[in-house]
Nanobody, 123 residues
């Protein structure tokens, strides 16, 4: 079982940038597909981005061109670079790990989750 710990959240002005990190406890980190999700108060969990074991990526349409997901297997760490942030993107951001290939967009397909990190974008 892999444990995940997010960091890097905080308060940023609209149009600003943040880089989130997700540290994995397991050296088999590279064997997992990884994803980022977010959940705003009163809203459902939302897919942000995913990266497969091969390194190929998938983004939600509204994040394309602004967010970049990446992974460093030597450091067992997943990243999410977020640029041009908007107030409506204020949420708790979660990283997740997935054992098997398949649907990368649905959170139900992921096996392990971090505790989340708060991102607040002020207008």
């Amino acid at each position: 079982q892999v444990m995940l710990a997010e960091s890097g959240g905080g308060l940023v002005q609209a149009g600003g940038s943040l880089r989130l990190s997700c540290a994995a406890s397991d050296r088999t980190f590279s064997s997992y597909a990884m994803g980022w999700f977010r959940q705003a108060p009163g809203k459902e969990r939302e897919f942000v981005a995913a990266i497969r074991r091969t390194g190929s990526t998938t983004y939600a349409d509204s994040m394309k061109g602004r967010f970049t997901i990446s992974r460093d297997s030597a450091k067992n760490t997943l990243y999410l670079q977020m640029n041009s942030l908007k107030p409506e993107e204020t949420a708790v951001y979660y990283c997740a790990a997935k054992n098997y290939a398949g649907n990368y967009v649905s959170g139900d397909e992921y096996d392990y989750w971090g505790q989340g990190t708060q991102v607040t974008v002020s207008s």
